[in-house]
């Protein structure tokens, strides 16, 4: 998990489609840098970022059941009722 | 690809997907012959030059795999969440791993199920932009 927020810029990251090591080079739809995951951030590794670091942000990798008591006010996230990007003229 | 020798270019694999369409998979790499550039060129023609890459954090080009472009991966970029007291909201021992975030005071959690190692969520919580992957 990590900021996508750089220069007063916000970025869309998602899958470039390609991996390396078996892990997914991202890549951010503004200025189609690449992207990969190198402590402590998402390091750009091609592109407008170059060798610019987006950090990464605290979080746990745990059960539903041990978050869930130590959180119980949390929101659960909907993939199916959630909207995906979607490409248009301003939005290519 | 004028302009280009090819540097490494695996052999393409044709997929029969369950809808009887044809989907490619392969990897490209190609060094520019002008100025010795090493790009990665996906399914759709798109190019990242990928030089520094190799050469300053020392990836290996060859490592580099799929290509089938980002337009089959969109990412959500309009969460829709489920709380407390919610008809689908998950019972309180369910056993599924999640990755769970406090931030700006909010807390959410994603399953890891949903996520699914190439998902990515782009998100805001409060004032924060962050992007949520597995």
Redesign the interface.
């Given at each position: 998990?990590?900021?996508?927020?750089i220069d007063g810029n916000?970025?869309?990251?998602?899958?470039?489609?390609?991996?390396?090591?078996?892990i997914?080079?991202?890549?951010d739809?503004e200025t189609?840098s690449?992207w990969?995951h190198?402590a402590p951030g998402l390091?750009c590794?091609?592109?407008h970022y170059?060798?610019r670091i987006?950090p990464e942000?605290?979080?746990?990798?745990?059960?539903?059941?041990q978050?869930?008591?130590g959180?119980?006010?949390?929101?659960?996230?909907?993939?199916r009722?959630?909207?995906?990007?979607?490409?248009s003229v301003d939005n290519p | 690809m004028r302009g280009r020798i090819l540097l490494v270019c695996c052999a393409l694999t044709v997929v029969a997907c369950s809808d009887n369409t044809i989907e490619f998979l392969g990897d490209s790499q190609f060094v520019d012959e002008n100025d010795n550039r090493i790009v990665l060129t996906d399914m759709n023609g798109i190019d990242y030059d990928i030089t520094h890459a190799v050469t300053h954090y020392g990836f290996a080009a060859q490592k580099f795999r799929g290509g089938a472009g980002w337009q089959r991966f969109w990412p959500f970029v309009g969460p829709r969440f489920s709380e407390p007291g919610d008809g689908d909201y998950p019972a309180p021992f369910d056993p599924m791993e999640v990755i769970g975030v406090e931030l700006n005071g909010e807390c959410r959690a994603y399953a890891l199920a949903d996520l699914d190692g190439i998902e990515i969520v782009d998100e805001v919580f409060g004032d924060a932009h962050v992007a949520v992957g597995w």
């Open positions: 998990m990590y900021s996508r927020q916000i970025l869309t990251l998602a899958s470039s489609s390609f991996t390396y090591d078996k997914f080079v991202l890549v739809y189609q690449l990969y190198m390091v590794i091609s592109g170059q060798d987006l942000i605290p979080h746990e990798q745990t059960t539903w059941a978050w869930r008591d959180h119980p006010e949390t929101w659960f996230f909907d993939a009722a959630s909207a995906r990007y979607e490409p | -």
